[in-house]
């Protein structure tokens, strides 16, 4: 293993003992700090990340990449409103909860403990960075963080001023380290790192998640890319319809959860809804519409811009102004589409029909499964989890936004008078 | 893959389905099914088990292994009580808990769902091929059973009567299959099925856990060995001392939450108690033991027999009727102690001091903690679950016994009249 990785993993190892029976007090407190040294190092983090951005620019990187890696002055300080949110949440370590006592006296509890040492290799994303970490040390973790390499600078600005944080609070600044080295072959240490790292979160597109299921050795919750479905069923109104494909695409097209195929109900796409939507989506929000030949038709009547979407289309994470579209003839056929093509992260139906909507919510196989509501709620936030870790498109353990909670478990803690088994 | 694995994973895939939207009256029935016919073919398992004891005979298999893989008429009964205690179990899949309505009016909902697919690789212990089916079952998900060679006709003829049970109330047999290959070879291919398993659970010791570390492709969590620890701190009551460890150490030595390593506080070595729990022990028990210098001194002045420890006893899942020993100066050594041999199985404190009780209860990161009770409370159906899949050492997803509840995840369900993100 890498020198750097090494020592990083043990750094994290000695910190996460010294969190592991800590205060809540002094883990609010490193909070505290960190906020403390961000706001008086706004300037230098910004510039840092200016320059990232330039880098980008100068790479040619697009549109909505280039926006997850920026941050400005609103999002600084919605970094640090986050940060606050965090510190302010309940200790989810102090819970001792009794399970119940048993008839020979013996009482049993669940004690929620920290995992121990964190990993997550994520996107170019700056507010990742904190929003991990105030995870991490709110839950009693260390953290380990492997950023995308178009982030380097501002991470390297961010994870400095947090360490500067934990040491003005007497917290070991093992408590949140950066790998500096951003190669892929970090991230196979990070995978491979058995005892070293209790969970790698690995947030990503199809090539890492592929390299995961190579290579991993320690324990994994994936963030999986966002195939993200909308389903607009026979009955749905029109306006609802357009309203949340229109937001589900437009709103933020760079991030997870945002809509990438929309699948129509053949009815639906023969009525006046489809060809009012898609020009709404075009004109208004930018989008290049790939479509099949049924939802094609509404569109070349009326004179609205659209391509033929390839069968490859409909296995693409686009991240972008970009839209899938395909109509199908039931809800059957449209649950079939989304259980061949989908990556079990988010899926929606717009219908009046309660019945059909049940079906839906009950027979997709996904993270997040909503109903007549945008795909863009499937964060942490917004279903009321405060910050989230990421959004596990894994079963095990998380399944959704990971909060608090989910970055630790539970011990049996039983206590008894001299009771031995008979 | 070999055909055989291929052949059973898609059976089971397929069967996973249907169990996924069956009601749980189905499923209910199908256990009932299932005990109907174990009842009817109890003279033929018995028959395929005393066969399997035969061969093991012959190949010398000792004591406590032996006693893991017989299946008498007492055992086959309480076999069958689980079975009907967990079809009596209320369904873990109709839990829709809500979990708020948000300010914009969005109802967010968190429904338990199967995980799909199971896999179990264990030990010769044919009670666990009912409880590991009738569990997987009950939480909607199909499952692969891949025990020890040794018990091979014992689960032939159990699996085969589960599956007439299966076929009598109309559901797939797939739900519940066999691996006939018991070789290494088909506990890798289930471990790198991607895709074809969504958990599992390999049971066994440091071999089979090693093989995890290096193959698993697929989400697993490990049911490791247990190097049981019971500490008697320096203000122990000699009698409860006494009465703990002998139970924890003999009541079965051949299961993973049996005592393997007694640590002792050095002034509590000197006293009285110590030779008296040694003798009984040893004449009262038939255990070997293996002690440090300093706890041997009492039981050489009293003749009792013992020999001397080597490091590697304190490594040692022994599974039968040996104890290593050890003293230690104060309750740090302990824990120290714990964290540099334990295997996050099990760990128990005898003391009548609270400050160490909760010290010891807070620090030692075992799956289960124990105060003044017997190692061998650590399981299931003792602390209130009923029957169990396996004792998690993981601690991602469980950490303990698992239960219903282990084998299903919750997804988000959101519920809206048309909200977007603003």
């Given at each position: ?48 990340n200016a320059e990232d951005m330039e880098a980008a620019s100068r790479?040619?990187i697009?549109?909505?990449?280039l926006?997850?890696l920026l941050l400005n ?77 178009e982030a380097?600078h501002s ?268």
């Amino acid at each position: 293993m890498d020198i750097d990785v090494t020592a990083v993993l043990a750094g994290a190892r000695t910190a996460s003992r010294t969190l592991a029976v800590s205060g809540e007090l002094l883990r609010r407190q490193g909070l505290e700090s960190i906020e403390d040294v961000l706001r008086a190092e706004r300037t230098k983090v910004l510039a840092a990340n200016a320059e990232d951005m330039e880098a980008a620019s100068r790479e040619g990187i697009s549109g909505a990449l280039l926006d997850r890696l920026l941050l400005n002055e609103t999002r600084f300080e919605a970094m640090l409103k986050g940060l606050r949110e965090v510190a302010a949440l309940p200790d989810p370590l102090s819970e001792m909860r009794k399970v119940g006592t048993r008839p020979n006296g013996l009482e049993v509890f669940r004690r929620r403990v920290p995992l121990g040492v964190l990993a997550i290799v994520y996107e170019a994303r700056p507010n990742v960075t904190i929003e991990a970490a105030s995870l991490a040390l709110k839950s009693g973790n260390a953290i380990v963080l492997r950023g995308g390499r178009e982030a380097g600078h501002s991470n390297a600005a961010l994870v400095k001023a947090a360490q500067r944080g934990l040491n003005q609070a007497g917290l070991p600044t093992g408590c949140v380290q950066r790998l500096e080295n951003d190669s892929r072959e970090s991230v196979k240490q990070l995978l491979q790192a058995v005892g070293g790292v209790d969970l790698v979160i690995p947030r990503g597109g199809p090539q890492l998640m592929a390299m995961v299921d190579e290579m991993a050795r320690v324990p994994v919750i994936r963030h999986g890319q966002g195939i993200t479905h909308v389903f607009v069923d026979e009955s749905a109104d029109s306006k609802m319809a357009e309203e949340i494909v229109f937001n589900s695409k437009v709103q933020r097209p760079g991030v997870c959860n945002a809509l990438e195929t929309l699948l129509l109900n053949r009815q639906w796409a023969l009525s006046d809804g489809w060809p009012k939507l898609a020009r709404r989506l075009v004109r208004e929000g930018g989008v290049q519409l790939r479509v099949d030949s049924t939802s094609a038709t509404a569109l070349a009547r009326e004179g609205i811009p659209c391509s033929a979407a390839l069968e490859s289309d409909y296995r693409t994470e686009f991240l972008d102004l970009v839209l899938a579209v395909r109509t199908v003839p039931s809800l059957g056929d449209a649950l079939a589409h989304i259980a061949e093509y989908g990556s079990h992260h988010t899926a929606a139906i717009v219908t009046a029909n309660r019945q059909n909507a049940e079906r839906f919510l009950q027979e997709v196989d996904a993270s997040c499964v909503l109903w007549n509501a945008s795909t863009r709620f499937n964060d942490g936030g917004e279903l009321g989890l405060a910050a989230e870790m990421g959004i596990s498109t894994s079963k095990l353990h998380a399944y959704g936004p990971m909060g608090l909670r989910e970055l630790t478990t539970e011990k049996f803690v039983v206590c008894g008078t001299g009771q031995v088994r008979r």
